[in-house]
């Protein structure tokens, strides 16, 4: 570290969420809840057995088990999953560092979901394809798999400047962190951008480079119905309302078939 400032880069959003000073502040820069309260509003009665993909620091799993459901969460970061289960005062979630490929074949559950648009960490095909072949492998037959991805129609990476940064979030003991985005290249479906972490204390400056994969509806549900799960819903945003040319995100329901 040399004048308060640090840089670290690392492939995909492996630098964002191994990072244990961002790791630290995620909960505070990610306080939207409009996935969390749509999927919650979709979920069968507890207690029902759900998959979080991609839990990151659990706020979402935590919320869950709280609500009475069993829950199984996992994310490939140790750092976050750490975190996760630093938060996990009363055990009430099994948390596992790895893939859902990773989890032993013979879990079964209710529902699995993919929050946060973790779906666009997948930056190939056969990371995709890894993934739909383990979900529907540990659903149960009618099993739901709900997961959103940002539709590339919309082109939100075109906010992604400078200009558009939002204002410095409070940490709370006078500390404040400001997050500015700046877009570096957009190639075929794969976005790249770099992110910079601003604090108002020694840490400086903290600088990750990460790229998303904008998939296209038609190529998502393509993909998924070959691995055995069915389309069942799609929506374009948190309201529920229907999938057209400029909606924000691609929300799918997707189902296990007998």
Known sequence: ?????????????????????IVEVYDAINTSREDFDFYIGELPIAPATVLDVGCG????ALDLAQRGYMVTAIDPAPQMVARAAQKDTHGSVEWVTGLVSDLVSNSKFDVAIMTGHAFQCLLDDTQVFTLFNAVEKRLRIGGAFWLETRNPAA???????PEHATRPIALGGDRSVQVVHELLEVKDDLVTF????????????????????????DE???????????????????????????SPEIIIRLMKDA
Request: hydrophobic share 35%.
């Open 155 to 161: 082109k939100s990476w075109l906010r992604w400047t």
């Open 1 to 21: 570290m040399q004048n308060g400032r640090s840089t670290f880069k690392l492939s995909g959003m492996d630098a964002l969420y191994h990072n244990t000073d």
């Open 194 to 217: 770099k992110e910079r972490y601003s604090f108002n204390d020694q840490l400086g400056t903290l600088t990750s480079q990460s790229t998303l994969r904008f998939m296209e509806f």
């Open 220 to 246: 998502l549900k393509c993909i998924a119905t070959k691995y055995g799960l069915k389309l069942l819903e799609v929506f374009g945003n948190w309201q529920r309302e229907p999938l057209v040319a400029d």
């Open 57 to 60: 620091t659990g706020t979402f």
